[in-house]
């Protein structure tokens, strides 16, 4: 499942909003209170009408207060989100203000839950009841808490067994804690280790597990050997030689890291059948994907994202100039063909198609495309947007110039 557009009616600050997505990605800037993080709110509120039909997982919905558009004092009579997919299927979600039949009269007719239903119903529950193969719906959203992990102290209570619809538990929670993939890695460890005494071979592993380490090589070439140990409780990992406790990184690698992995455990949890889980169908929205890292670390974010999980639709925000030069790199590297260009660096560039891209600057809740049509790269205009530190200087210099030479 992926997204094609995304439209409000007054939610939150927002009054109007119709957003069409990226394919692969999409990308919002916007200065503190702009919005951005409310459009990604909205989404996972959207999707989150999934997760309640599927058996054992419930997803998010409207907060009780403060979701409505108020303006004057006076709440609108009802918030709206919309979403639809790539094959034309379309839902929405509303919340009235009240239940009075002046505000009923006001709110416009409903497309509602029935086509996702059914949808649902067909390609997921009845063939999940039959034991017939199918795909799950995956989707995930990481807010800026993701920087706080929460990691068990004692392994009492936990749970012995896991379900692929597990997967999408909490899954919608921009606060989801790093608990559940811990708790998960730890009992599929202890499985792999069965099976490699049963088997009296300690090559075998278990796919779901792979695909975790997989996640984290591609991301962390430093990184290596992720394991559970008891004494103390720990999710430990070797960098240079050195074996370090999670807990012990430093906040870019906490915050990147916890992400890359339960991703990764979810991407394989969710969709276990396949030859490659990270190559699955997704929707992941991350809330400030600059978050903690180095800027050279901002330049490489999105490529390692988009190489690792290669057909997920990421939907993010960020600050970071570093995070969108890059962005316009991948999109160049594109116009440039397939054919080698000599040069090691560029080659090695991941090559992003313009119409897989959709990158917004967020203002007052209303959004302004920065792509630009004729050259399929984000528009120029971003640049003085950033750089207002600059004109600043630049001012400062033109001063000091004048009293030199007054």
């Not at 974010?301 to 100039?321: A, C, G, Y």
Request: net charge negative.
């Amino acid at each position: 499942m992926k997204l094609t557009n995304l439209t409000l009616e007054n939610f939150r600050a927002c009054e109007q909003l119709n957003l069409e997505l990226g394919n692969r990605l999409t990308v919002l800037l916007g200065s503190n209170g702009s919005g951005k993080t409310s459009v990604l709110d909205s989404i996972a509120i959207g999707l989150g009408a999934v997760l309640t039909h599927l058996p054992s997982v419930s997803g998010i919905t409207f907060k009780k207060n403060g979701d409505i558009l108020q303006r004057n004092n006076v709440l609108a009579p009802y918030a709206r989100i919309a979403l639809e997919t790539p094959t034309g299927l379309k839902w929405d979600r509303i919340k009235r203000r009240d239940k009075s039949i002046a505000t009923a009269q006001a709110v416009p007719p409903s497309i509602g839950l029935k086509a996702l239903e059914a949808y649902l119903d067909n390609e997921v529950i009845d063939r999940h009841n039959a034991g017939e193969a199918y795909q799950l719906p995956m989707v995930a959203y990481y807010g800026v808490s993701r920087a706080v992990l929460e990691v068990p102290l004692r392994r009492k209570g936990f749970p012995k067994d896991h379900t692929r619809l597990e997967a999408l538990s909490q899954a919608l929670e921009a606060q989801s804690s790093f608990k559940s993939a811990f708790i998960w890695f730890y009992n599929k460890e202890n499985e792999e280790h069965r099976l490699q005494k049963e088997k009296r071979d300690f090559d075998v592993t278990l796919k779901e597990l792979d695909a975790v380490r997989r996640a984290i090589g591609l991301i962390f070439p430093d990184i290596s050997n992720p394991h559970i140990e008891l004494n103390p409780l720990r999710l430990a990992v070797t960098i240079n030689g050195e074996t370090l406790d999670l807990m012990q990184l430093s906040d870019g690698y906490k915050t990147l890291l916890g992400l890359v992995i339960d991703l990764s455990m979810r991407m394989g949890l969710a969709n276990p059948h396949l030859k490659n889980p990270l190559s699955a169908e997704a929707v992941v929205m991350i809330d400030e994907v600059d978050l903690h890292l180095h800027p050279s670390w901002q330049q490489r974010v999105l490529e390692d994202l988009l190489r690792t999980f290669s057909n997920t639709q990421f939907i993010l925000t960020t600050h970071s100039p570093f995070v969108v030069e890059a962005l316009n790199n991948y999109l160049k590297r594109h116009k440039l063909g397939s054919q080698p260009t000599g040069d090691e660096e560029i080659d090695a560039l991941l090559p992003l198609a313009p119409d897989q891209v959709r990158a917004y600057r967020m203002e007052n809740s209303k959004q302004q495309s920065l792509m630009d049509a004729d050259s399929g790269l984000i528009d120029d205009t971003l640049l003085a947007y950033f750089n207002q530190i600059n004109v600043v200087y630049d001012r400062m210099r033109d001063i000091e110039w004048s009293r030199l030479h007054d």
